[in-house]
T-cell receptor, first 112, second 116 residues
Framework: AQSVTQPDIHITVSEGASLELRCNYSYGATPYLFWYVQSPGQGLQLLLKYFSGDTLVQGIKGFEAEFKRSQSSFNLRKPSVHWSDAAEYFCAVGVNTDKLIFGTGTRLQVFP | GAVVSQHPSWVICKSGTSVKIECRSLDFQATTMFWYRQFPKQSLMLMATSNEGSKATYEQGVEKDKFLINHASLTLSTLTVTSAHPEDSSFYIC????????????FGPGTRLTVL
């Protein structure tokens, strides 16, 4: 069965520090992978997506993610975190050409 | 992308009443929309796929008679929670499918439903 695992429920980093949020998926076919961010009171915003091609994907707000097929992973990274990055981050995999399956999310807290 | 709105943003109702939530695609003609439910500190769970002009497709375990979905136009889908009970209290989020081949979706801001 298809699934997405985000092992870290809560991560705390200092402003300016680097960030990596982990995501592992289980899907038999070529995955379409997404990272979304959800801020309080706001909808999910697409940070980046991977469909094919270059396995290092650049997104908005300075985020990037790398698809590693051998590890079934799609980890999200940012070299220097800003206080405004504090939010909930969701990894998702597209299945059956229409549905998205979401991970349980990682809450990011940023200290000044 | 697509700009998606939801109305209301929050609603409180009494147990036994019905509540309608609207999802509008403001700048994109959406053949397919999705309805999700999100419990506090949990992930989004797909409830149903809403197809314009046809019946919605519900996920396993979702009561179709309780969660009525109507997608009468390319810009509007509605979710009606019928005979709401406290356990229906949740955050309901809709999305618009913009890339059929690649599962790409844009999301509304969500509706917080509290049933007393």
């Amino acid at each position: 069965a298809q699934s997405v695992t985000q092992p870290d429920i809560h991560i705390t980093v200092s402003e300016g520090a680097s960030l990596e949020l982990r995501c592992n998926y289980s899907y038999g076919a070529t995955p379409y992978l997404f990272w979304y961010v959800q801020s309080p009171g706001q909808g999910l915003q697409l940070l980046l997506k991977y469909f094919s091609g270059d396995t290092l994907v650049q997104g908005i707000k300075g985020f990037e993610a790398e698809f590693k097929r051998s590890q079934s992973s799609f980890n999200l990274r940012k070299p220097s975190v800003h206080w405004s990055d504090a939010a909930e981050y969701f990894c998702a995999v597209g299945v059956n050409t229409d549905k998205l399956i979401f991970g349980t999310g990682t809450r990011l807290q940023v200290f000044p | 992308g697509a700009v998606v709105s939801q109305h209301p943003s929050w609603v409180i109702c009494k147990s036994g009443t019905s509540v309608k939530i609207e999802c509008r695609s403001l700048d994109f003609q959406a053949t397919t929309m999705f309805w999700y439910r999100q419990f506090p500190k949990q992930s989004l769970m797909l409830m149903a796929t809403s197809n314009e002009g046809s019946k919605a497709t519900y996920e396993q375990g979702v009561e179709k008679d309780k969660f009525l979905i109507n997608h009468a136009s390319l810009t509007l889908s509605t979710l009606t929670v019928t005979s709401a009970h406290p356990e229906d209290s949740s955050f309901y989020i809709c999305s618009v499918e913009v890339g059929q081949a690649y599962n790409e979706q844009f999301f509304g801001p969500g509706t917080r439903l509290t049933v007393l």
